[in-house]
C-alpha cells in the first residue's frame, strides 16, 4: 500500500529557481490539478515518490495524496524523468471524483504466451496499454490478454479483449477503422541458410 499513498506537503515557492532548490533538497515538486478546484503545487521526498515509481501500479491505480493533512485521491497523468540520471523531476496528478469518468491508460498483461510459442509462433506484441473510460470505482490496474488459443499466423484485436464491467476502450467508440492489432502470433522467420538453399534451383 506504499505505493499507493504519499505524503505531500503545498508549496508556495514557484519557478524554475525554486523547483531547482527543491531538486537539490532530495525533494520532488508537482501538481494536482483539476475537479472543481484549483490547482495546487505540492513536493515530495524524492525517494519515496521515486520507490513508488517502480510499481507498474502506480501509474495506473488511484492514489492516495496526504496533502498537509488533507487527503487526495488523484491519478498520474505525467512524469518528468532526468535525461540520464535516475531522478523524477516533475509530476502531475489529476483529481478523482468518484462521480465523474476517467481517461486513462492501463497496462496489458499477456498470460499463456508458452503455448503459441510451443506451437512454432512468435508473439509480437503491438500495444502494451489500452487506452480506457470508466468510472473510478471500476478502474482497473491491469487487463488480461490471454493468447493461448491463438494459432501461428493469428492477430488478435482491440474488439476482441475483453475489458472489465464498466470498462469502455476510447479508440474503439471512434469507429471500425481504430480496431487495432494488440498481439499477432507470427511464423518464425526463416534463418539464412534456410533461405539459401529454397532459393537453389533444383538438381536436373
Known sequence: MAIYE?????????????????????????????????PVSITFEHNK????????????????LNVDGEKVEALVKDIQRHPFKARIMHLDF??????????????????????????????????????ITCLPADLPEFIEVDVADLEVGSTLHLSDVALPKGVSSVELAKGESHDVAVVTIDKPKASSEDEEASEEPAAE
Open 6 to 38: 504519499l505524503n505531500a506537503s503545498v508549496r508556495t515557492d514557484l519557478g524554475k529557481g525554486a523547483s531547482r532548490r527543491l531538486r537539490h533538497a532530495d525533494k520532488v515538486p508537482a501538481i494536482i490539478y483539476g475537479g472543481d478546484k484549483a
Open 49 to 64: 515518490v521515486f520507490q513508488a515509481s517502480e510499481f507498474e501500479g502506480f501509474y495506473s491505480h488511484i492514489l492516495t
Open 94 to 131: 489529476q483529481r478523482v471524483d468518484a462521480s465523474q469518468k476517467l481517461h486513462t491508460s492501463v497496462p496489458i498483461h499477456f498470460v499463456n504466451e508458452e503455448v503459441p510459442v510451443k506451437a512454432g509462433g512468435v508473439v509480437a506484441h503491438h500495444a502494451n496499454e489500452i487506452e
